[in-house]
């Protein structure tokens, strides 16, 4: 009896339920067509800046799954900088994060260009400036080896792990591999977004790498998600909705790495989650258009770029409350100077002070429907 779906005899000969699969495929797809179009219709600054939230987000909760934390100003700051985006003054990303942005723009911004064995080994090298996971020196820019034993994914303190996977033998991984790319690159018929779906099930199960086949196997699916769009700009963040459902993503894949070759649990798993992702879509979608009415609102008013800065980071969804010390860690000035500049914008209708006082005094965007004090 096999113990994982790899080790069936028709691997990798997938099945599915129609049945099952077709309706949610013809809604994803009409929802799909929709958001796009909707963001279409606006202008050339909203969508860059709806894109721009979109990437950031993509590239924070990929890494944010497999438990990396990365710096959010650092991330935008590197996207903005490559994509030829003036976002004020950047942040300098450290190579990490750079490598991480890399690799997700490569995939979707130049989604039409052939995904080859050389093209996954810059994105995993992307991954490891340092060669090292970690305190761990891997193997990177290369298929894995089983030097150290077998490929497993387990969880768990040392002496009770559980094990969830354990991957094809190193020695199976350039056949795996060259039957992968030459499906993904294949002219057989398929419908895209169920072809990104496969794609992200089949990378991941093969877990060519050391590490970072996740998130490697998240950037694949999102190519051929672009592809189906025929489009690099991104709207909608699959990584971001499987970071919110990442337990069942991994029970998910679990289940069907240990099943049959028919895998009508993935994929409609997967086309619900792509569903939800479009949900998150319209939240950026309000939150990009609330940035933008702020700015009509108070154009004509008169600040300083140290206050632009901090009013982007308010409206971009600012963690804790602002107050002077804040101020000043943000725009490097004294406290006295960063008490300066909230007073200004308080007087101006833009600030206001927030229950408490004294140490405690904290600060909030005025709201929507009160009209900023004019400077001439």
């Known amino acids: 009896m096999s113990t994982y779906i790899y080790q069936h005899a028709d691997w990798p000969a997938f099945t599915w339920n129609d049945v099952s699969v077709a309706p949610r495929l013809a809604a994803v797809s009409r929802r799909q067509g929709r958001l796009l179009g909707r963001m279409e219709s606006l202008g050339f600054e909203l969508r860059s800046e709806a894109m721009l939230t979109t990437l950031t987000e993509d590239v924070l909760t990929s890494s944010e799954i497999e438990g990396e934390k990365l710096d959010k100003d650092q991330v935008r700051s590197s996207i903005a900088r490559r994509l030829g985006m003036d976002i004020g003054a950047l942040t300098k990303a450290d190579r990490n994060?750079?490598?991480v942005v890399e690799m997700m723009l490569d995939a979707t911004q130049n989604f039409a260009a052939p995904l080859t064995q050389d093209r996954l080994f810059a994105w995993h090298a992307a991954l490891f400036p340092t060669g090292r996971s970690g305190m761990r020196r891997i193997i990177v820019g290369a298929f894995r080896d089983d030097g150290d034993g077998p490929m497993q994914v387990v969880s768990g303190p040392i002496g009770r792990e559980r094990l969830h996977y354990e991957a094809p033998q190193a020695g199976r991984l350039e056949q795996e591999m060259h039957a992968f790319l030459g499906w993904f690159e294949g002219s057989v018929p398929a419908d895209l977004v169920l072809k990104s779906a496969l794609a992200h099930l089949w990378f991941v199960t093969i877990h060519p790498f050391e590490d970072g086949n996740g998130r490697i196997a998240r950037a694949i699916a999102d190519m051929m998600l672009a592809r189906s769009e025929s489009s690099p700009q991104r709207f909608y963040s699959m990584s971001a909705q499987i970071r919110n459902e990442r337990d069942a993503y991994y029970d998910m894949l679990e289940m069907t790495q240990k099943g049959e070759l028919d895998i009508t649990s993935w994929l409609t798993w997967f086309l619900d989650c792509l569903d939800r992702a479009f949900e998150g879509a319209?939240?950026?979608?309000a939150s990009v258009l609330a940035k933008a009415r702020f700015w009509e609102r108070i154009r004509g008013v008169l600040i300083n770029e140290r206050q632009h800065a901090v009013l982007n980071r308010l409206l971009d969804g600012f963690v804790g409350k602002l107050n002077t010390s804040k101020w000043a860690k943000l725009t490097r000035v004294s406290t006295d100077t960063a008490l300066r500049d909230i007073n200004d914008l308080v007087?101006?209708?833009?600030?206001?002070?927030?229950?408490?006082?004294?140490?405690?005094t904290s600060y909030s965007l005025v709201s929507e429907g009160v009209p900023a004090k004019q400077s001439f």
């Open 347 to 360: 007087e101006k209708g833009i600030l206001r002070k927030d229950a408490g006082g004294g140490r405690s």
């Open 97 to 99: 994060v750079e490598g």
């Open 282 to 285: 319209e939240h950026t979608l």
